[in-house]
């Protein structure tokens, strides 16, 4: 059981000496931890006592600071654009009771403060929210009954450098404290997962749906086709495809599928067996077309490989 991942990055770091021509040095994993909250506020997947976090620590020099923040930042605003969340970012200040000199305090505060700038995001201020160890920006997404969740988080750490001994060698064969930046954009996916249930209350976009595709065969005559069909779609689009062939009407298979909010559902029969016409319900669009099978195979390449962040 573990409270971090950033000791384990550490010891990575510790591993063999490093070079000013090494930094910035980046670590990522996802990483499991553990919190021992009270029942009472024990709160679905939005609050657990073992969570997953998209966990990196980011070791550099105090020069490197504004740029390695300013492209989290970036990556941070591709994500939360790419599935439409309503989100605002805090950045947080020196505190009352905190270590390291002004000098460095105003260093960091000031990266962090350009490059929301920079970035054209608008931000709020919490004077004196920062950690004891350094100023920090913090990630909040508005869920769907309009509740305030702080997932992702940018922190400057000289605490944790200081304390573990960390060094690099400078270009003048000198030893030198580096910095170290704690990055998590989604947070807890358990929490992110949440979030986004409830922002598309369950109709996931195509690229992140469970199941992208559903094919339903009119009868057992059309299994071997659409048997085919879905090997084709999930080599050739990287789409997850499904086959509701259960022994029920075609009107119960086509209302399971929507029920499941499968993004898109193909109804096959013989017509479409003998022309490789498909017949397609798409649930984003709320529309029926028509697509030959190269064409749909085509689509869902383009729609899943143009996701890009």
Sequence with gaps: IKPMNCVGHIKVYQSSPRSYR?????????????RHEKSGVLHGLLRVREFTQDDAHIFCTPTQIKDEVHNI??????????????????????????????????????????????????????????????????????????????????????????????????????????????????GSFERFIAILTEHFAGEFPLFVAPTQVCLIPIGDAQIPYTQALREKIINQSGAYAEILDKNETLSKKIRIAEKQHTPLIVVIGEKEVQSKILAIRDRTKREQYSLSEEEFIAMLHTKISEVRI
């Design 22 to 34: 090494e930094l910035p040095l980046r670590f990522y994993e996802y990483g499991v931890v553990h």
């Design 73 to 186: 930042i970036a990556f941070t605003k591709n994500i939360m654009d790419l599935f439409g969340f309503s989100y605002e970012m805090e950045l947080s200040t020196r505190p009352s009771k905190s270590i390291g000199s002004d000098e460095v305090w105003e260093s960091a505060t000031d990266s962090l403060r350009q490059s929301l700038e920079q970035n054209h995001i608008n931000y709020r201020v919490d004077e004196g929210g920062g950690a004891f160890y350094g100023p920090k920006i913090d990630i909040k997404i508005t869920d769907a009954l309009k509740r305030k969740w702080q997932c992702g988080t940018i922190q400057i750490d000289m605490n944790l450098p200081s304390r573990f001994e960390l060094s690099y060698t400078d270009e003048h064969n000198s030893a030198q404290m580096p910095v170290m930046i704690h990055r998590a954009i989604l």
